[in-house]
């Protein structure tokens, strides 16, 4: 990453930091200022709704010029085995390197539009000239996750997307997953990075981009972790159909070791929701509760105590009810904490509604239902007359 865009990031953090500090009370208006000014923010950006719209239509148009060229280069575009669409990819990857650098946009959406698009010209475009190889079907898979993690990894270390850094992830799982150990190294790659992983989403030496990059591979490697140990993941293959050769291709589990995938499948969630709590960590505990359902629904499956929607219920009715006794315990505490955790926003906007309060608010938008207003009787006049009689009323 550039070096003044890392430290553009880092005043933007601040920035906002020092908003919430006001909005919450902690700092008054004078505070505030001072710290903007101390931290000037010199990117253009845009607001979470219009950056939306922006990258929409910036994706609409330049996929629309791209097939518009296509069109007419149609013949020489299948003969020369995908090189236009790397050469295209290279000039929106030249793009918005010129917004990220010259042009000082961030969060503008048309840069992280460019971007994804670049990303994925360029690997169809050398996937289209590797097949033009003729490798094989096993020799292609491999090389295209291959690039998929190169790619994805080299555009969230330039350009810090967390989408790019979770991507490449993703890919480098299903390629360990075609060795001879790959359920074996599932579990031993996250245990081995994960903390590492953490512990970089917290240095004070990364960009804020990288942080959350890092973070990002954190939850992607624990989810792939669970799927390793998980009982389903074994009894349906999940982890050797990815080999390409299928279910078949592995002994069945001795009767002696499938147990262990059983208590596994409960005891990682467990583990991993211990260590948020110990570590201070919501992202842990987050996933040590989705973890936690998800090995409940797992249980439901291999026993059936009770239909899907009673234990989806009961589920739901638990975990709201140990919700309300926890925050209850909290706030129960002195200055409404107990061993440094607390129930209260630290920090937080008191004007940002939940999801359900802001949907109420937008529908009570729409303009209120008014009766058509009819004019009444308006007597204009008339004539009257007979016999030679006239008049006017």
Same mark, same amino acid.
């Given at each position: 990453?550039?070096?003044?865009?890392? %430290?553009?990031?880092?005043?933007?953090? @601040?920035?906002?930091?020092?908003?919430?500090?006001?909005?919450?009370?902690?700092?008054?208006?004078?505070?505030?200022?001072?710290?903007?000014? !101390?931290?000037?923010?010199?990117?253009?950006?845009?607001?979470?709704?219009?950056?939306?719209? +922006?990258?929409?239509?910036?994706?609409?148009?330049?996929?629309?010029?791209?097939?518009?060229?296509?069109?007419?280069?149609?013949?020489?575009?299948?003969?020369?085995?995908?090189?236009?669409?790397?050469?295209?990819?290279?000039?929106? +990857?030249?793009?918005?390197?010129?917004?990220?650098?010259?042009?000082?946009? !961030?969060?503008?959406?048309?840069?992280?539009?460019?971007?994804?698009?670049?990303?994925?010209?360029?690997?169809?475009?050398?996937?289209?000239?590797?097949?033009?190889?003729?490798?094989?079907?096993?020799?292609?898979?491999?090389?295209?996750?291959?690039?998929? @993690?190169?790619?994805?990894?080299?555009?969230?270390?330039?350009?810090?997307?967390?989408?790019?850094?979770?991507?490449?992830?993703?890919?480098?799982?299903?390629?360990?997953?075609?060795?001879?150990?790959?359920?074996?190294?599932?579990?031993?790659?996250?245990?081995?990075?994960?903390?590492?992983?953490?512990?970089?989403?917290?240095?004070?030496?990364?960009?804020?981009?990288?942080?959350?990059?890092?973070?990002?591979?954190?939850?992607?490697?624990? +989810?792939?972790?669970?799927?390793?140990?998980?009982?389903?993941?074994?009894?349906?293959?999940?982890?050797?159909?990815?080999?390409? %050769?299928?279910?078949?291709?592995?002994?069945?589990?001795?009767?002696?070791?499938?147990?262990?995938?059983? @208590?596994?499948?409960?005891?990682?969630?467990?583990?991993?929701?211990?260590? /948020?709590?110990?570590?201070?960590?919501?992202?842990?505990?987050?996933?040590?509760?989705? /973890?936690?359902?998800?090995?409940?629904?797992?249980?439901?499956?291999?026993?059936? +105590?009770?239909?899907?929607? @009673?234990?989806?219920?009961?589920?739901?009715?638990?975990?709201?009810?140990?919700?309300?006794?926890?925050?209850?315990?909290?706030?129960?505490?002195?200055?409404? %904490?107990?061993?440094?955790?607390?129930?209260?926003?630290?920090?937080?906007?008191?004007?940002?509604?939940?999801?359900?309060?802001? !949907?109420?608010?937008?529908?009570?938008?729409?303009?209120?239902?008014?009766?058509? %207003?009819?004019?009444?009787?308006?007597?204009?006049?008339?004539?009257?007359?007979?016999?030679?009689?006239?008049?006017?009323?």
């Amino acid at each position: 990453m550039r070096a003044e865009a890392a %430290e553009a990031e880092r005043r933007f953090d @601040v920035r906002e930091a020092a908003r919430g500090w006001h909005r919450a009370g902690a700092i008054g208006e004078a505070a505030r200022a001072a710290i903007e000014a !101390a931290y000037p923010d010199d990117r253009a950006r845009l607001g979470p709704v219009f950056r939306v719209l +922006v990258f929409g239509f910036a994706v609409v148009a330049v996929s629309a010029l791209f097939g518009l060229f296509g069109l007419f280069m149609a013949e020489a575009f299948t003969r020369s085995n995908g090189v236009p669409l790397m050469l295209f990819g290279l000039v929106l +990857v030249g793009a918005t390197e010129l917004q990220v650098g010259s042009l000082r946009r !961030a969060q503008g959406g048309t840069e992280a539009a460019t971007a994804f698009l670049g990303l994925c010209y360029l690997l169809g475009g050398m996937l289209w000239l590797v097949e033009s190889a003729r490798l094989g079907e096993a020799a292609w898979i491999n090389l295209a996750l291959v690039l998929v @993690v190169v790619l994805c990894a080299a555009a969230a270390y330039r350009w810090g997307y967390m989408l790019f850094a979770a991507a490449a992830a993703s890919a480098l799982f299903p390629l360990l997953a075609r060795g001879p150990w790959g359920r074996l190294t599932w579990v031993i790659v996250p245990v081995a990075l994960v903390p590492a992983l953490l512990r970089a989403g917290d240095s004070a030496r990364l960009p804020p981009s990288h942080r959350r990059s890092c973070q990002a591979v954190a939850v992607v490697c624990l +989810v792939f972790l669970y799927l390793a140990v998980h009982l389903g993941s074994w009894d349906l293959g999940l982890v050797e159909a990815l080999t390409g %050769e299928g279910r078949a291709s592995r002994a069945p589990a001795p009767a002696p070791f499938r147990p262990l995938f059983a @208590v596994a499948t409960a005891l990682v969630p467990v583990a991993t929701f211990v260590w /948020g709590i110990g570590a201070r960590r919501r992202l842990l505990i987050n996933l040590g509760l989705v /973890g936690l359902l998800s090995s409940i629904v797992t249980l439901r499956f291999y026993v059936h +105590v009770a239909p899907l929607w @009673v234990a989806l219920l009961v589920g739901g009715a638990s975990a709201l009810g140990l919700a309300l006794a926890l925050r209850r315990y909290l706030d129960s505490g002195p200055g409404q %904490e107990r061993h440094g955790f607390t129930a209260e926003p630290l920090f937080a906007d008191p004007e940002r509604r939940s999801t359900l309060e802001v !949907a109420a608010s937008v529908a009570s938008l729409s303009p209120a239902a008014r009766a058509i %207003e009819r004019p009444g009787f308006q007597g204009g006049g008339g004539r009257s007359g007979g016999g030679g009689a006239t008049g006017n009323f």
